[in-house]
């Protein structure tokens, strides 16, 4: 389940270029990803990029598809998050440097037979049952002290189903890592 850690100078340059990206399309200019070489960014492995103003949730996008090299995803979903998050007004240019961007590099999928493979602060969570769909990142339960059984419930209700979802044989839960970083973490913002 684990792909290789990325270096600190690795985890830089994916922040700067989600930060780009954002700069970029508050000027309503193209983004060109820059060319990189470092053997872990040309991964393809699905990211999450979370917006944060003063603190608090401003977006968050990402996705599990594996279908592009993780620097792309990353310059992606730093532009949904902060222009596409429907929970949200897209940013504008007078926030910019008030935010602090944190990037979410996930491990594939994998299917959970037993809750007890579940690892709170160390697994995030992906529920799906039919249309219906919902993901919570591992820090989210860390955050907010859930156990086990709250964090698949809470997992259930982003998704738009009850909690106890889980016990719905139509229901598959997923587990998934992250290796998570941010601009604060990364010694980027003071």
Avoid at 5 to 16: F, N, Y
Avoid at 56 to 76: K, P
Avoid at 86 to 112: C, H, K, Q, Y
Wanted: with cysteine; net charge positive.
């Amino acid at each position: 389940m684990e792909n290789r850690r990325l270096t600190g100078q690795e985890r830089r340059l994916l922040l700067k270029i989600a930060r780009k990206a954002i700069e970029r399309g508050l000027a309503d200019l193209p983004f060109s990803i820059p060319w990189v070489k470092n053997t872990n960014l040309l991964e393809h492995r699905g990211a999450f990029v979370t917006i944060h103003k003063h603190g608090r949730l401003r977006g968050c996008i990402g996705t599990f598809s594996a279908d592009r090299q993780l620097y792309e995803v990353v310059g992606d979903m730093a532009m949904s998050a902060a222009f596409k998050d429907l929970r949200f007004r897209p940013l504008g240019p007078s926030e910019f440097e008030e935010i602090d961007l944190e990037i979410s590099a996930l491990t594939p999928l994998m299917p959970v037979a037993d809750i007890n493979e579940i690892k709170t602060g160390i697994h995030g969570l992906y529920v799906v049952q039919g249309p219906f769909h919902g993901v919570l990142l591992p820090q989210v339960a860390t955050k907010n002290r859930w156990d086990r059984v709250n964090f698949l419930n809470q997992t259930c209700i982003k998704a738009g189903l009850a909690p106890g979802c889980r016990k719905d044989p139509k229901t598959q839960v997923n587990i998934f890592s992250a290796e998570i970083f941010s601009e604060k973490s990364e010694g980027l913002l003071s």
